[in-house]
């Protein structure tokens, strides 16, 4: 399965997922990776592995992957013949075309048990708020903002002396675990859903 990567960060699930590739846990191969910040370190990354890394510049857009840059996207994962989509710490929000596009091929990882705390810095909120369990969920991609379809969650308790550093790095370990697993359930739902 081909699967495309997009991030804005440092790509720590990027390399989880490489090195469950390489670990014969994941029948996949990641065919590019794309971001939207020019010196995010998830390229620089993908340039050590020879996984081809391209730079989208969202301009005008600052919080959306629309317009000339959406189409930039999807130009850009056709030709390199992307199958599956994982986003990886992208921090724009995808837009209807490439929704379309990729039907039912769009997965993120976000840093909370959904639907509780989606948007930013969900380890934050969970600590703010004060509940004992946090945790990470892998979902489907939809127009929402973290609302798409439950694939694979993982609880990580809240320990007493938390600081948000010390829970997100916790949740950054289940966060490694979780994503090969999903996306090795969702390649079994597209491999079921095929012809051959």
């Not at 030709?79 to 994982?86: K, P, Q, R, S, T």
Request: hydrophobic share 45%; charged share 20%.
């Amino acid at each position: 399965m081909a699967i495309a990567v997009l991030g804005s960060g440092r790509g720590t699930n990027f390399k989880a997922l490489a090195e469950a590739i390489n670990d014969g846990r994941l029948d996949a191969r990641i065919v590019c990776v794309l971001s939207n910040v020019e010196n995010a370190f998830i390229l620089e990354r993908a340039r050590q592995m020879r996984i081809p890394a391209e730079y989208i510049d969202p301009a005008p857009f600052r919080t959306k992957l629309d317009g000339t840059a959406e189409q930039q996207a999807i130009n850009r994962l056709r030709h390199y013949g992307a199958e599956l989509i994982a986003l990886a710490g992208f921090m724009l929000i995808i837009k209807p075309r490439l929704l379309k596009a990729f039907a039912g091929r769009i997965v993120n990882i976000h840093p909370s048990l959904l639907p509780s705390f989606p948007g930013l810095e969900a380890w934050k909120q969970a600590l703010a708020y004060g509940v004992k369990v946090a945790g990470c969920t892998v979902h489907y991609v939809d127009a929402g903002t973290d609302t798409g379809p439950i694939i694979l969650q993982r609880p990580v308790s809240v320990l007493e002396g938390d600081t948000a550093e010390s829970l997100h790095a916790r949740i950054q370990e289940h966060e490694h675990l979780a994503y090969p697993a999903a996306i090795r359930q969702v390649i079994a739902v597209i491999r079921g859903q095929s012809p051959h």
